[in-house]
């Protein structure tokens, strides 16, 4: 495995680099937004706090695992060359032992602390990531769906840790965020095929170049995504204003993905990238705006 090395990043940074903070972060963000929609409001916000904390630990211990598991992989692809394990930063060892015990730590918390619901969720999630999604980045190009699994429960986590159950609207925001993330990592791979085709990843845009079915799964989900964002309007649980900002961002989402349909060209997958960037962000500022007015 081919080590580069980095003297300027510190084992603190790196241990932070290992823990995928942009993805915690989004992690984070949308179990806020379960809590919050399923408590109608923020009833504890120690409960909260330690939503958060095990959430936290359990989501960068499995980002931790992710980097171990993928060290040989990153050390092949330019985007990822420098991360700590391929970098000689960090060492394959102390990678694994850290992801575990941070998944460990937080999954017994939530457990402890919150309830038995939240706790499986965290566990569920980090399994479906590191030993079901990882792997199949190499085997089927069905990776991108198994993978937006997991990166659609931590609304449900939230959720649990406000009431102790599931009901039909967090399922809904389970489904939101499964659809959402298609698009997204669709054109992330389109951009980045070079790269996965180093490292043997079966991204769609990487076994078939000439992008047509990555751009047929593209619109599939896009198409999906619009009457199933409707849903919390037609279930009572938003209003008119929900309703008319999510139709917006939804048919804006979809007519970004065009230009990749006819140019096939980075540029316009970074465009796609950018509108699945913006609608996230949008509608989860539209559901809490819809509930406090």
Request: proline share 5%.
């Amino acid at each position: 495995m081919k080590r580069i090395k980095q003297p300027t990043k510190t084992l603190f940074a790196a241990y932070t680099e290992l823990s995928k903070p942009k993805i915690m972060s989004l992690v984070l963000i949308t179990t806020v937004l379960g809590y919050y929609l399923g408590g109608n409001g923020i009833e504890s916000w120690l409960t909260l706090t330690i939503t958060l904390i095990g959430t936290a630990l359990s989501s960068g211990g499995a980002g931790a695992l992710n980097h171990y598991l993928e060290r040989d992989a990153d050390s092949l692809m330019k985007r990822t060359q420098n991360r700590p394990i391929p970098a000689g930063i960090i060492s394959p060892s102390n990678a694994l032992m850290f992801g575990i015990m941070l998944v460990l730590s937080g999954t017994t918390l939530l457990v402890w602390k919150v309830n038995t619901l939240t706790g499986f969720l965290s566990i569920l999630t980090a399994f479906l990531y590191v030993l079901v999604y990882t792997p199949m980045k190499k085997i089927t190009w069905l990776n991108t769906s198994i993978g937006s699994i997991p990166g659609a429960i931590p609304p449900l986590g939230g959720w649990a840790a406000a009431t102790g159950h599931l009901d039909f609207s967090a399922w809904v925001l389970f489904f939101i965020m499964f659809l959402w993330q298609h698009p997204h990592f669709y054109a992330i791979a389109w951009m980045c095929k070079e790269d996965y085709a180093r490292a043997n990843f079966k991204m769609l845009p990487v076994i078939e170049p000439d992008g047509k079915r990555t751009i047929r799964q593209i619109f599939w989900h896009l198409a999906l995504l619009i009457p199933v964002s409707i849903l919390p309007y037609l279930y009572g649980s938003s209003g008119f204003v929900y309703l008319s900002g999510v139709l917006i961002l939804s048919v804006l989402y979809l007519i970004s993905a065009v230009p990749l349909a006819r140019e096939k060209t980075n540029n316009s997958a970074k465009l796609l990238l950018r509108s699945s960037v913006i609608y996230l962000p949008g509608l989860l500022f539209l559901i809490v705006f819809d509930k406090i007015i």
